[in-house]
């Protein structure tokens, strides 16, 4: 009979035992694939939704740049407003390529659910090549553009009415936004003016996107910009920077606990595999009077710690791979933005990474018990209780 077989019985030999530390060590792994997934997930997500934007810069009104910067990123209600004569002298600066006006602030829907209200001109089209629409892309005044997903989950086509609670005009459905995989998914587009009107705002600009000709002078056309009164740029560059910030203390503290949840599950391989050693003595004491090495008691506990480490190593990954969809859901509840789509996806290289931690859990965890496995005096052990 081979090491293997034999330390595989002496586990089911305590099922219960061996199960409950077989979750332990997967409830590690599941948080530690979780994290390591999750945030290079993020950090691709957060990359494309800035890459979708279409824009080198944003110029903004001056204020809080983690909340200007989450309400453009994400969409939202600002209460600072740039002009319509700061568009103007912004598409005069020299290194200007384009500058697009935008108006954004939120309503709830026929459905109840608080939308964002996206104002727009023609413009948006040339900072966004990609998208594609459906039936008409010419905005007119009361005609909107919607996401298809939001279309479908309202039940509207292509020229039905949509009526906004709160609001006496009706718009039609000109025109259906394809999937983009981004939060262009979640908005309603309207021509610009026509979003103005009806928040009260006419000639107020939440944000200008601005494309430089040349990227690398970049930082010159942020100069020009920050040189009109009470507005201030931010670069795509800044706004990564500024969302990554946002995420710092969130990472750390999961961090945290991820390393005590691992620490945890190997003292409990350590506790578990130590306490079958002492239960073992005097058949421990009987392999060696038998024939067997001190070397072979070695690896045979040492193998029953691999194998349950090994086992919750797998089931972790597993679980954390088919749960990944509660874990985003959660996220978007508790974090100030999450980018869309899927962030926690299978990776072999993480997946990799996490069953090999567990392994070394395993032989770390192990290692003591079975030292002290190896060392029981054959004598001693056969005259023990």
């Known amino acids: ?55 080198h810069m944003l110029a903004i009104a001056k204020g809080c740049p983690y909340e200007a910067t989450a309400m453009i990123v994400h969409g939202g209600t600002i209460t600072d407003y740039l002009t319509r004569e700061d568009l103007l002298r912004i598409r005069e600066m020299p290194g200007v390529a384009r500058a697009v006006g935008m108006f954004m602030n939120q309503k709830a ?8 209200i996206y104002g727009v001109d023609e413009d948006v089209f040339a900072l966004k090549p990609w998208w594609v629409v459906r039936g008409d892309r010419q905005l007119r ?8 997903d939001m279309a479908e989950t309202l039940g509207i086509r292509l020229g039905d009415a949509l009526a906004i609670p709160g609001i006496d005009r009706e718009f039609r459905v000109v025109g259906l936004l394809e999937r983009t995989g981004s939060q262009d998914d979640q908005f309603v587009y ?26 690398t002078r970049t930082e010159d056309v ?31 503290m999961v961090t945290t606990i991820v390393v005590v949840a691992i620490f945890i599950s190997a003292i409990g391989v350590a506790n578990t595999i130590l306490m ?15 024939g067997g090495s001190a070397a072979d008691i070695f690896a045979l506990i040492w193998l029953e710690s691999l194998l349950l480490s090994l086992a919750g190593g797998a089931l972790g990954v597993a679980g954390a791979i088919s749960g990944g ?16 789509g899927s962030l926690i996806v299978a990776d072999w290289r993480i997946a990799a990474f996490s069953i090999a931690l567990s392994i070394l859990l395993g032989i770390v965890a192990g290692a003591f018990p079975a030292y002290r496995a190896a060392v029981i005096s054959p004598m001693e052990a056969i005259r023990s209780e």
Do not use: C, W
């Open 109 to 116: 829907l026929e459905h109840g659910k608080v939308t964002v």
């Open 190 to 215: 309207m021509p610009l003016l026509t979003a103005q009107q009806i928040f009260d705002a006419e000639d107020k600009l939440t944000s200008i996107a601005i494309q430089v000709h040349d990227i």
């Open 1 to 55: 009979m081979g090491f293997f077989s034999v330390a595989s019985k002496n586990l089911l030999r305590h099922r219960i035992r061996s199960l409950l530390t077989i979750l332990a060590i997967a409830t590690g792994i599941f948080m530690l694939y979780s994290f390591l997934a999750f945030n290079k997930g993020y950090q691709a997500g957060l990359r494309r939704e800035v890459g979708n934007m279409g824009a």
């Open 276 to 290: 079958s050693v002492f239960e073992r003595t005097r058949e421990i004491g009987m392999m060696k009077a038998v």
């Open 222 to 252: 942020v100069t020009q910009v920050e040189s009109l009164p009470d507005v201030q740029a931010v670069t795509m560059t800044q706004v990564l920077g500024t969302v990554e910030t946002l995420m710092t203390q969130a990472q750390a």
């Open 325 to 340: 969809r509660l874990l985003e859901g959660a996220a978007q509840a508790l974090l100030p933005f999450v980018p869309s």
């Open 141 to 148: 005044d009361d005609s909107v553009i919607l996401p298809v």
